[in-house]
């Protein structure tokens, strides 16, 4: 394989962006699967600070909490949907047509997303509020070379349900 070796867990929004980045610009690389659980001494030695790949906030915090606290994680994480709702109107892509960095950026929009809204519970990305960024949604998930990449969604699930779990347990530990 190539030269790019990366090193990555499948159920991150962050490896998997990578992974569509270097596919769109014809980077031939090395996919090495990280078990984030029981860390190798090469996934220790490349990332000798923070001994992790990195993970994502924002809409998790909605996810993970609770009563007062998630409604206003939902507030917020509507807030930043608006946002993007108003970058996406009345264009295929972020950039216009064709995918660019903020695709990427926000691509993990259409299957993490929902993961953590059936997880959490909850619903974020409302069709009829968010119409543009719905239909990008649907679109950008149906390219090819986005597809391939996702992780399965019953895996996701089952990472996030454990992750919200262990979440509230220490919250509830800290009480």
Known sequence: MGEVKVIGATSSPFCTRLEWALKLKGVEFEYIHEDLRNKSP???????????????????????AEGEEKEKAIESARE???????????????????????DLAVGWIPLWLGVMEQVGEMKLLDAEKFPSLHEWSQNFIKIPLIKEALPPREKLIDHFTASVSYMRSLASQKQ
Do not use: M, R, W
Not at 42 to 64: R, W
Not at 80 to 101: A, D, N, V
């Open 80 to 102: 930043s949907l608006s946002f993007l709702e108003e970058q996406i109107e009345g264009k295929t892509f972020f950039g216009g047509e064709k995918i660019g960095f903020l």
């Open 42 to 64: 090469l996934l220790l030695k490349h990332n000798p600070v923070h001994k992790k790949v990195p993970c994502i906030f924002g809409a998790f915090d909605a996810c993970k």
